[in-house]
């Protein structure tokens, strides 16, 4: 049972276009929210990180929502381009129970030029 | 590029055989872990560690074994391969462990395929 949600599993979206993926959790446990951005044949890479103490995080283009009462959080993708185009994980994990990050099935954008 | 290499990059193998995937990282980093990759399942962990000798079980344990004699290496064993055990396999360090960035430095995958 996955405990992290993420949608949707693609997207297509056009250059200059905003990208959105969503998750959704239930563990109320869980107090950090990364995002891994994972381009073909490599591994995933930390592009940005929330805690559930603020509700907007953002780092250039990309910016971080976070719904501590909905247990939702989202990516937000602003001016997408096609380097943006890879697979993006929401993840959630629990400071006091270390080492335990669940991620989310993962959301494959391709952008468009 | 956090310093991870992980051998072999691709691997076959019958059902039945042993397995050893190996991950080597040079930024001495304390915590290491082991992670399968699947379609509609995202990254799940297998085992980590936290130390030399050092280890623990993650969310999907069974069929492996994991063993850490040095801090520079990890090596994940599949003592009787199954089908079910086809995946991509990353390796992941991380200097603090999840506590507080929670930053994983991932390796670029090991593609194993069981027959």
């Known amino acids: 049972q996955q405990q992290v949600k993420q949608s949707p599993q693609s997207l297509i979206v056009q250059k200059g276009g905003i990208s959105i993926i969503n998750c959704a959790y239930e563990?109320?446990?869980?107090?950090?929210f990364p995002w891994y951005q994972q381009f073909p044949g490599k591994g995933p890479a930390l592009l940005i990180a929330?805690?559930?103490?603020?509700s907007e995080k953002k780092e250039g283009r990309f910016t971080i929502s976070f719904n501590k009462s909905a247990k939702q959080f989202s990516l937000h993708i602003m001016d997408s381009q096609p380097g943006d185009s890879a697979t993006y994980f929401c993840?959630?994990?629990?400071?006091?129970?270390?080492?335990?990050?669940?991620f989310g099935a993962g959301t494959r954008l391709t952008v468009k030029p | 590029d956090a310093g991870i290499t992980q051998s072999p990059r691709h691997k076959v193998t019958e059902t039945g055989t042993p397995v050893t995937l190996r991950c080597h990282q040079t930024?001495?980093?304390?915590?290491m872990y082991w992670y399968r990759q699947d379609p509609g399942h995202g990254l799940r962990l297998i085992h980590y560690?936290?130390?030399?000798?050092?280890?623990d079980k993650g969310e999907v344990s069974d069929g492996y074994s994991v063993s850490r004699s040095k801090t520079e290496d990890f090596l994940l064993t599949l003592e009787s391969a199954t089908s079910s055990q086809t995946s991509v396999y990353f390796c992941?360090?991380?200097?603090?462990?999840?506590?507080?960035?929670?930053?994983?430095?991932f390796g670029e995958g090991s593609r194993l395929t069981v027959l």
């Open positions: 560690s936290y130390g030399v000798k050092d280890t």
């Open positions: 992941a360090i991380s200097e603090s462990g999840l506590v507080d960035t929670g930053e994983l430095f």
């Open positions: 929330i805690r559930p103490d603020v």
């Open positions: 563990n109320t446990a869980f107090d950090y």
């Open positions: 930024e001495n980093h304390r915590y």
């Open positions: 993840a959630a994990s629990m400071v006091l129970k270390n080492n335990d990050m669940r």
